[in-house]
């Protein structure tokens, strides 16, 4: 056994010595995810602001639910609303749309993770008994958050 000790010594001290003298080589790291790019964060942002107008008129609020940010607030005749609040005031008053358009569509980047889109709003239907404006001028406030784009606020002034 004592003759085999400088021997096995030997042989620790060349592997350790050819292990130390590699270069370590680097894990594969994932893809980094491709950065969405303004055009296509504009047609997401759209895309939006049309699902939440059609989920009004349908009385779908489950497009609110999802498309709004926790955070969001929403400015209306009646003050300013969370989106819990803007949620149960859209379920309880009683909407009948029959149609709505939207145009002059514009579409401005804040920065990379915050937009604001601005249009006009003509609409036929009643809330509450009530005519509403027959076309408005609204902004809507976008936020991107894990990589999806959710509306933040919005406010509507009926048009001259």
Known sequence: MKRQLPLVTFLIL??????????PTASPSPSPKPVMTKAQSQKIII???RKLWEGWKTKNFKAFKTYLSADSVM?????VANKTESLKELENLACEVKSYELSDIKVTFLNNDAA???YKATQDGTCGGQAVPPAVWASSAYVKRGGKWFAASHQETPAK
């Open 116 to 118: 604001l889109m601005t």
């Open 47 to 49: 895309a939006t602001e």
């Open 75 to 79: 400015v209306g005749d009646s003050g």
């Open 14 to 23: 060349c592997f350790s010595t050819v292990i130390m003298g590699q270069e």
